[in-house]
């Protein structure tokens, strides 16, 4: 008897299989609705499995039983040499019968002996066919469990591995630079197991690119006296309004003392501008256009917590404007604390992005402060630029309205985004 299981998505399904493979003649034993393994089975439809079982044919099983016999039954050359029952026959003493009834007895006791042999082996065919059937049973059923665990493993870590794909997906689809993201994966699935949960190595990855964003620096006050804070950047970014955001956070909200200064001369309006938000706070302005300018504004005003400058951005591919930047910003070393922040549109294409870098970074140490985070759906420009030039992010802006759309940057709101979570 051949006993044997068959899957399909409907019983009709698994019958048919068992039809081609065994024919026609199978008798359904067992029908089960079987659960596919994994994590997103349950989005998948149950298979049915069938259990048939099939008589052998017939001239098969004779044949089997004959060798089997021929097997099992001992030689009468063996017999006669070890002085069994033939030798007895033989020696019998003659009851006067007529010749060869000696010889029909013994044909007799052979066929008697015979047939319980045949018998014996029938019983011994049977009881190996079933102990066969439990062993080729539990031999698949243990297959199929070490395949439903190694399944479920390849599951698991494809499962992860696809997992993995989607955050690599969700980066580069904010603007994440390929070669950054190649690298967090990489540092990430360098710890990842093929059991780990999503939620795990997705933590990983989020603590992974908050560590890369490093700590936020804002301004901080001087340890003593007076600090001079510079603005630079290419025009256009949004330079004065954000330093009037912070003026604004200073003078009304920090109740410190604040001076305003410009050096651009080359637009009249942006200096106009920072002149009218000056006057609404009622803090000092002063443009100025030389170095020693900048120097007696540092005397007039040195008993002010802050003095922010504004600079005229421009070109960065300008060789005589970067000079004179260059000359601004190195006028009072040595004399005042300072710090100098790089102001960036968060709209502005990663390849300008690094050039303008390239170009401050010539002159001077600065942090970075990025704005109209609110003109753009892609923040990915935020971590390339702070992985290229290793500069601490400060500020970000999200409108027009001073002083409200300005924040210290947070790194969690902008990783939570940047792996494809929604917007706050």
């Known amino acids: 008897m051949i006993i044997k ?59 089997v039983a004959a060798r089997t016999e021929e097997r099992q039954m001992p030689p009468v050359s063996g017999l ?75 599951e698991e870590a494809s499962e992860l591995e696809r997992f993995m794909k989607l955050l690599y997906s969700a980066m580069l689809d904010n603007e994440v630079g390929e070669f950054y993201a190649n690298q967090i994966i990489d540092e990430i699935e360098k710890n990842n197991k093929p059991n780990m949960p999503f939620d795990y190595a997705l933590t990983n990855t989020y603590q992974k690119m908050i560590l890369k964003f490093g700590k936020p620096a804002g301004i901080v006050p001087a340890e003593k006296g007076t600090k001079m804070v510079y603005f630079v950047g290419p025009t256009g970014v949004g330079k004065t309004t954000t330093i009037a955001k912070i003026a604004s956070k200073f003078s009304v909200e920090g109740k410190k003392k604040v ?81 100098v922040f790089l102001v960036l549109s968060a709209t502005t294409k990663y390849r300008d992005l690094i050039s303008i870098a390239d170009t401050y970074s010539a002159m001077t140490d600065y942090k970075l402060i990025f704005t109209k985070l609110d003109e753009t759906t892609t923040l990915g420009n935020l971590l390339n630029l702070k992985l290229y030039t290793g500069a601490s992010l400060s500020y970000v802006t999200c409108g027009q309205n001073v002083p409200d759309d300005i924040e210290v940057f947070n790194p969690q709101k902008t990783v939570k985004q940047l792996l494809g979570g929604r917007k706050d």
């Open 5 to 63: 299981k068959f899957q399909g998505r409907t019983e009709a399904d698994a019958a048919e299989a068992a039809k081609k493979e065994l024919g026609s003649n199978i008798v359904i034993m067992n029908v089960r609705n079987v659960k596919r393994k994994g994590m997103f089975s349950f989005l998948l439809p149950q298979i049915v499995e069938v259990t048939v079982a099939l008589e052998e044919e017939p001239d098969r099983v004779t044949a």
């Open 259 to 339: 001076a305003l200064l410009t050096t651009d001369t080359y637009r009249i309006a942006a200096a106009e501008q920072l002149r009218t938000y000056a006057n609404i706070l009622e803090v000092p302005f002063r443009v100025v256009y030389s170095t020693d300018e900048v120097e007696q504004a540092l005397l007039d005003f040195k008993g002010y917590d802050f003095i922010l400058v504004d600079t005229a951005g421009h070109s960065h591919q300008n060789e005589a404007q970067r000079e004179a930047m260059n000359a601004f910003l190195h006028a009072v070393d040595g004399r005042v604390e300072k710090e």
């Open 80 to 154: 006669a040499r070890n002085g069994t029952q033939t030798e007895g026959v033989k020696n019998q003493p003659d009851s006067g019968s007529p010749a060869g009834v000696g010889n029909k007895q013994s044909d007799f006791f052979d066929q008697g002996d015979k047939q319980g042999d045949s018998s014996a082996i029938e019983e011994k065919l049977d009881s190996l066919q079933t102990l066969l059937e439990q062993q080729l049973q539990k031999s698949d059923e243990n297959k199929e469990e070490v395949k439903e665990k190694e399944s479920e493993k390849e």
